[in-house]
C-alpha cells in the first residue's frame, strides 16, 4: 500500500507564502497522478491541485496563478507551491496518487493557518 506524508505547513501571513511536500513511499513514477487537497473547519474537502504521470497540471480557480504543483521523480516528491496566501486558503492539506486501483488512503495532512 502506497503512504504519502504531507509536511511544510505553518502560520503565515496573508500574502506570504509556503511549501508544502508530498513524501511517497515508493516511485511517484509510477502514479497516474499526484493531488493535493484540503478541508477547511466545518467544510468539506476541496480538490487543490492535480499533476499528472505526463507533468500535466490542473487547478480549480481559487488557486490558480497562486498555487504551483511540481514533482521531482527522482526524490519521491510532490510540491505545492503557495504564493499570495489568503486567509480562506487556511486549511488542512493532503496529497494522495491516483493509481491504477483508485486512489490512495488519506494521509494526516498538513496545517495550514493564513493570518490577517
Known amino acids: 500500500q502506497v503512504q504519502l506524508v504531507e509536511s511544510g505547513g505553518g502560520l503565515v501571513q496573508e500574502g506570504g507564502s509556503l511549501r508544502l511536500s508530498c513524501l511517497a513511499s515508493g516511485s511517484i513514477f509510477s502514479f497516474n497522478a499526484i493531488g493535493w487537497f484540503r478541508q477547511a473547519p466545518g467544510k468539506q474537502r476541496d480538490w487543490v491541485a492535480t499533476i499528472t504521470r505526463g507533468d500535466e497540471t490542473n487547478y480549480p480557480d481559487s488557486v490558480k496563478g497562486r498555487f504551483t504543483i511540481s514533482r521531482d521523480n527522482a526524490k519521491n516528491t510532490v510540491w505545492l507551491q503557495m504564493n499570495s496566501l489568503k486567509t480562506e486558503d487556511t486549511a488542512v492539506y493532503y496529497c494522495?496518487?491516483?493509481?491504477?486501483?483508485?486512489?490512495?488512503?488519506w494521509g494526516q495532512g498538513t496545517q495550514v493557518t493564513v493570518s490577517s
Open positions: 494522495r496518487a491516483l493509481l491504477t486501483s483508485g486512489w490512495s488512503s
